[in-house]
């Protein structure tokens, strides 16, 4: 009996070793394919400085990422008087309490209007990690991106003026901007812009996935791996690569066109190229694509190795790759809603 137990207690160790054999040569293979987790602790807090850095968030003002700038981007985000009515908010479309997105399949904005080219509205959550923002790629860092929505007539509807005659008529934002940037602080639509950016930079979710990568073998299921391995195989790093799984422009209907390409009026750049969402967080930012026809994620997968890599992707491949997208959601930063400053009798009044 004790021969058998020892045995027995061989072959398991036998079997674990190899399963965490296997799990570090996976872990490799993610890498050569060009994955890469998020960065951790002063490493992520580098990168973000340097992003701001890079992209002149802030131009003239130093230092940048500051607590005092970050708190003060994150009122602006959740202010909905920075739009013309009032109503919206950068957190209407992209709800950070619903993955950093809004669930509908094209974004609603002024007057209830839906957006006229029926886009979805991407999740904010890792933006910083794109190389570029909007579908159509237009805006190179978020600072731009942040001015985009604000002026849009569909959207918020507000102009530069308008915001920052807002902004301005409000004492407490006024001097929450000198505690920012200086007492000699101008406040200007760039530089509003540019402070929703910061607090953008900050909404990063790292997760199990990143674990993983980072060199802990237990941290995805054997599911998720084969999964993780099938989605390697198939091809799929080709575009969803890098720490945000996309983030880049790529040619979009490769081998045949997309199923439901004429709903709306998208067709990308002037180059046919559409920005790559990002897949971390996807269990929860459905539907799915640029106008958002998918909502079961099993579906767009099988939909993307159609169009985009001429290949089947079975029932079975389907839902161990939605396996491994499950991996893929991570932990949010704690946001406490803010208490807005209140308006004064010289703010402009709401307009619909």
């Given at each position: 009996?004790?021969?058998?137990?020892?045995t027995?207690?061989?072959?398991a160790?036998?079997?674990?070793?190899?399963?965490?054999?296997?799990?570090?040569?996976?872990?490799?293979k993610?890498?050569e394919?060009?994955?890469?987790?998020?960065?951790?602790?002063?490493?992520?807090?580098?990168?973000?400085?340097?992003?701001?850095?890079?992209?002149?968030?802030?131009?003239?003002?130093?230092?940048?990422?500051?607590?005092?700038?970050?708190?003060?981007?994150?009122?602006?985000?959740?202010?909905?008087?920075?739009?013309?009515?009032?109503?919206?908010?950068?957190?209407?479309?992209?709800?950070?309490?619903?993955?950093?997105?809004?669930?509908?399949?094209a974004?609603i904005?002024?007057?209830?209007?839906?957006?006229?080219?029926?886009?979805?509205?991407?999740?904010?959550?890792?933006?910083?990690?794109?190389?570029?923002?909007?579908?159509?790629?237009?805006?190179?860092?978020?600072?731009?991106?942040a001015?985009?929505?604000?002026?849009?007539p569909?959207?918020?509807?507000?102009?530069?003026?308008?915001?920052?005659?807002?902004?301005?008529?409000i004492?407490?934002?006024?001097?929450?901007?000198?505690?920012?940037?200086?007492?000699?602080?101008?406040i200007?639509f760039?530089?509003?812009?540019?402070t929703?950016?910061?607090?953008?930079?900050?909404?990063?979710?790292?997760?199990?996935?990143?674990?993983?990568l980072?060199?802990?073998?237990?941290?995805?299921?054997?599911?998720?791996?084969?999964?993780?391995d099938?989605?390697?195989?198939?091809?799929?790093?080709?575009?969803?690569?890098?720490?945000?799984?996309?983030?880049?422009?790529?040619?979009?209907?490769?081998?045949?066109?997309y199923?439901?390409?004429?709903?709306?009026?998208?067709?990308?750049?002037?180059?046919?190229?559409?920005?790559?969402?990002?897949l971390?967080?996807?269990?929860?930012?459905?539907?799915?694509?640029?106008?958002?026809?998918?909502?079961?994620?099993?579906?767009?997968?099988?939909?993307?190795?159609?169009?985009?890599?001429g290949?089947?992707?079975?029932?079975?491949?389907?839902?161990?790759?939605?396996?491994?997208?499950?991996?893929?959601?991570?932990t949010?930063?704690?946001?406490?809603?803010?208490?807005?400053?209140?308006?004064?009798?010289?703010?402009?009044?709401?307009?619909?």
């Amino acid at each position: 009996m004790k021969k058998l137990a020892l045995t027995g207690s061989i072959i398991a160790f036998c079997a674990i070793s190899a399963f965490g054999a296997t799990n570090q040569a996976l872990i490799q293979k993610a890498k050569e394919a060009g994955l890469e987790p998020i960065p951790s602790g002063k490493a992520l807090r580098d990168y973000q400085l340097q992003k701001a850095k890079d992209t002149n968030l802030a131009t003239g003002y130093s230092p940048k990422m500051t607590p005092a700038q970050i708190e003060l981007g994150k009122k602006l985000y959740f202010d909905p008087r920075i739009s013309s009515s009032n109503l919206i908010s950068c957190n209407t479309c992209h709800n950070l309490a619903l993955g950093g997105a809004d669930i509908v399949p094209a974004a609603i904005g002024a007057k209830w209007q839906a957006n006229p080219h029926h886009l979805n509205s991407p999740t904010v959550f890792n933006s910083v990690f794109n190389s570029v923002q909007f579908w159509d790629g237009r805006a190179q860092h978020l600072g731009d991106q942040a001015q985009g929505p604000i002026q849009n007539p569909v959207e918020m509807a507000a102009a530069p003026k308008l915001v920052v005659e807002k902004i301005t008529s409000i004492p407490a934002y006024v001097d929450e901007f000198k505690k920012a940037y200086g007492s000699k602080v101008k406040i200007d639509f760039k530089l509003i812009a540019d402070t929703i950016a910061m607090f953008e930079e900050t909404l990063v979710t790292p997760s199990r996935y990143d674990d993983f990568l980072n060199g802990n073998p237990k941290a995805l299921s054997i599911e998720e791996q084969e999964g993780l391995d099938i989605f390697i195989d198939k091809g799929c790093t080709a575009c969803h690569n890098g720490i945000n799984l996309g983030g880049t422009m790529q040619p979009f209907g490769v081998v045949k066109p997309y199923k439901f390409a004429n709903v709306g009026d998208f067709k990308g750049d002037e180059n046919g190229m559409v920005k790559v969402p990002t897949l971390r967080n996807i269990a929860e930012t459905m539907p799915y694509f640029h106008n958002g026809q998918y909502w079961d994620v099993k579906d767009a997968i099988k939909e993307m190795g159609a169009i985009q890599l001429g290949i089947t992707i079975n029932n079975d491949e389907a839902k161990k790759i939605q396996a491994f997208f499950e991996s893929l959601t991570g932990t949010k930063p704690q946001i406490i809603y803010p208490v807005l400053p209140p308006v004064t009798d010289k703010t402009p009044k709401p307009s619909f």
